[in-house]
């Protein structure tokens, strides 16, 4: 999952900031199993990242380990940063915070970070790059298909590399509509499905 986010988060960087993660201010919620490890794929790639937890003892074992800066719970969301990445709690953007926010992106492994639908409508209005938490979080269920006792790592981490790929696609469709991403993801998304249940009924026709 942390992987995938990566991923992700590598993605937005580029649409957005036409560069890499070295320099990129990130604020990162959360830093249970997912958030530590989207910690340490950051700090590798040179980002300088600010993080938080209601866990102080999770606080201080990634503050230690990667010299970073934390900061309380509650100020996390409203940090002056090029990333916002929520790990932690879904429903992060909603009518009280959305205002206050001073990031360029938002993406993280959080599920369901959007009140409602409308408030990736509302990120867009502010230039505010959303990344369709379900896309970049699904590492987790992309290697879950695949465990067993023909297990392929390799074969799954190009998988959760083409993350990157999807959600360039997704940001490409949401411009050429001029949707927010989340919407263009749920549209490419319910396209796919209906492309699958032709093909299945299809199928199942011909048996």
């Avoid at 199993?33 to 990242?49: P, Q, T, W």
């Avoid at 002056?80 to 492994?109: F, H, Q, W």
């Avoid at 263009?184 to 032709?198: G, K, P, Q, Y």
Wanted: charged content about 25%.
């Amino acid at each position: 999952t942390a992987y995938g986010v990566y991923m992700g988060i590598k993605a937005a960087c580029e649409k957005k900031l036409k560069k890499n993660l070295r320099g990129v201010k990130v604020a990162l919620q959360g830093l249970g199993h997912v958030g530590s490890y989207v910690v340490e794929h950051l700090i590798n790639d040179g980002a300088v990242v600010t993080v938080t937890d209601i866990n102080p003892d999770n606080v201080a074992r990634i503050v230690e380990k990667y010299q970073v800066q934390a900061v309380a719970p509650t100020e996390i969301l409203y940090q002056e940063c090029d990333i916002l990445s929520p790990c932690a709690l879904g429903g992060i953007v909603n009518d009280r915070t959305i205002d206050k926010l001073k990031c360029k992106i938002i993406a993280g492994a959080a599920n369901n970070q959007l009140a409602e639908a409308r408030h990736g409508d509302e990120l867009l209005k502010r230039g505010i790059l959303y990344a369709p938490d379900y896309l970049i979080n699904a590492g987790g269920i992309i290697n879950v298909t695949f465990e067993g006792p023909n297990y392929d790592k390799t074969k799954v981490t190009k998988l959760v590399e083409g993350i990157y790929d999807t959600l360039m696609e997704v940001l490409a469709y949401a411009e050429q509509h001029n949707i927010s991403s989340n919407r263009a993801s749920d549209a490419i998304a319910e396209s796919r499905f209906l492309n699958l249940d032709h093909k299945w009924g299809t199928n199942r026709l011909r048996a």
